[in-house]
């Protein structure tokens, strides 16, 4: 019988964490990365502290979704943000213009929004059960699809470096420890 105490009291233990919902089993710090768009229109970059939270950063990039789909079949993806404000009042993702650079070549201007619209709301509504994973999501009418109203997505946990106030460096994580998938890099700069 006093065998039995303490695989009792492990148990008792572990139904008292499950009981708690709010309480993280784990603390990991790790920050949400969700690349989205229709298959035939530009990419959205959302930065969030969890899944479930609203996205702290969100841009449209000047880059289209094939694009982007075809430079993930490569295995590397390095995307570049740089602001050049003369204010350093601002924190780094506060910044509204940002010059967008993709593996290395210049691609445009982007500017950061201070609010979701509809459908990116939308989007980030159904995908808050996700943590980690790719696909396509059907168009919100419900109706017939066609392949440039299907809405792709990529979503996964990065490790957030901060440099300096004026730079910052997202790192894709793996779930398996193996990079078995494409290496995705993201960085913000603010230049002087």
Not at 148 to 163: I, S
Request: aromatic letters at 6%.
């Amino acid at each position: 019988m006093f065998k039995l105490l303490p695989m009792l009291s492990t148990g008792c233990k572990m139904v008292a964490l499950l009981g708690r919902p709010n309480k993280a089993m784990l603390t990991d710090r790790a920050t949400t990365v969700t690349l989205f768009g229709p298959r035939r229109g530009r990419i959205c970059l959302a930065i969030q502290e969890d899944p479930r939270s609203a996205p702290y950063f969100l841009i449209e990039l000047p880059i289209l979704t094939t694009s982007l789909h075809k430079e993930m079949a490569s295995g590397q993806v390095k995307l570049a943000l740089e602001s050049e404000t003369k204010t350093h009042k601002k924190k780094l993702v506060e910044e509204y213009v940002w010059i967008v650079y993709f593996n290395g070549r210049k691609s445009g201007f982007a500017v950061r929004r201070k609010s979701s619209s509809e459908d990116e709301k939308q989007v980030m509504k159904v995908l808050r059960g996700v943590s980690m994973g790719a696909g396509v999501l059907p168009e919100r009418g419900g109706g017939e699809e066609k392949d440039g109203d299907q809405l792709t997505y990529m979503r996964a946990r990065f490790e957030r470096v901060v440099g300096s106030k004026d730079s910052e460096a997202l790192y894709m994580i793996s779930p398996d420890g193996a990079m078995t998938g494409p290496e995705i890099s993201i960085f913000l700069v603010r230049v002087k």
